[in-house]
């Protein structure tokens, strides 16, 4: 199992360019969640999944976009790039959001500087 | 008021030490706990839930006191290798809540 894959590890974008992080888990999770994490801050959720055709906003929602298609894929949109938006962008993945047995596989990351 | 609150340090521990960290969290309703290691630019991975009772896994000891909304962790026989950032982690409403970590930095 790969777990959960990533892709680009590095950007740079320009302000006002577009781009979509993409995030693919091969476990079968149903959950999928979108978190950025800017230095000594803790994990922000952007947007998370609850299943295939299935998306709900976080805590951060303002200037992304999500779908999901699929049970594996999670992609994450920037429209418009800000400066604001620099930071790491991890992708999750969990098999139930039960209180007790909720743990999350995260990616490796993306770090994003717009510039 | 931050929801989860954790010291920053950097705590420097000389190998073979005992350290120990707090972490409290503003929700009483919140419903289960966790601890995650986040290592240098690495993505984070879950080191150990919290349990009521308390529990241990290994050199690591997780405490939990809903009374006063805190919880802890304990690392004994400190490591080279657990150099990292620990994230103490709060379920609320089926939804993570993360502290911002605290970093270790363990001494030879």
């Known amino acids: 199992n790969a777990g959960v894959t990533q892709t680009p590890k590095f950007r740079i974008l320009k302000i006002g360019q577009s781009m979509t992080l993409q995030c693919t888990q091969d476990?079968?999770?149903?959950?999928m969640y979108w978190y950025r994490q800017d230095p000594g801050m803790g994990l922000k959720l952007i947007y998370y999944?609850?299943?295939?055709?299935?998306?709900d906003k976080g805590e951060v929602p303002n200037g992304y976009n999500v779908s999901r298609s699929t049970t594996e894929d999670f992609p994450l949109r920037l429209e418009l790039a800000a400066p604001s938006q620099t930071s790491v962008y991890f992708c999750?993945?969990?098999?139930?959001?039960?209180?007790?047995?909720?743990?999350?596989?995260f990616g490796p990351g993306t770090r994003l500087t717009v510039l | 008021r931050k929801e989860v609150e954790q010291d920053p340090g950097p705590f420097n521990v000389p190998e073979g030490a005992t350290v120990a960290f707090n972490c409290t969290y503003s929700?009483?309703?919140?419903?289960?706990f966790f601890w995650y290691r986040q290592d240098c630019r690495k993505e984070p991975k879950l080191l150990m839930s919290?349990?009521?009772?308390?529990n241990e896994d290994g050199r690591f000891t997780a405490q939990l006191n809903r009374a006063s909304q805190y919880i802890s962790l304990l690392i004994r026989d400190s490591k080279l290798s657990d150099s990292a950032t620990y994230l103490c982690?709060?379920?609320?409403?089926?939804?993570?809540?993360w502290g911002a970590g605290t970093k270790l930095i363990i001494k030879p």
């Open positions: 982690v709060v379920n609320m409403n089926y939804q993570l809540i």
């Open positions: 929700n009483s309703a919140s419903q289960s």
């Open positions: 919290v349990y009521s009772s308390g």
């Open positions: 476990m079968n999770h149903n959950y």
């Open positions: 999944s609850v299943g295939a055709g299935i998306t």
């Open positions: 999750a993945s969990s098999y139930t959001t039960s209180a007790e047995y909720n743990e999350q596989f």
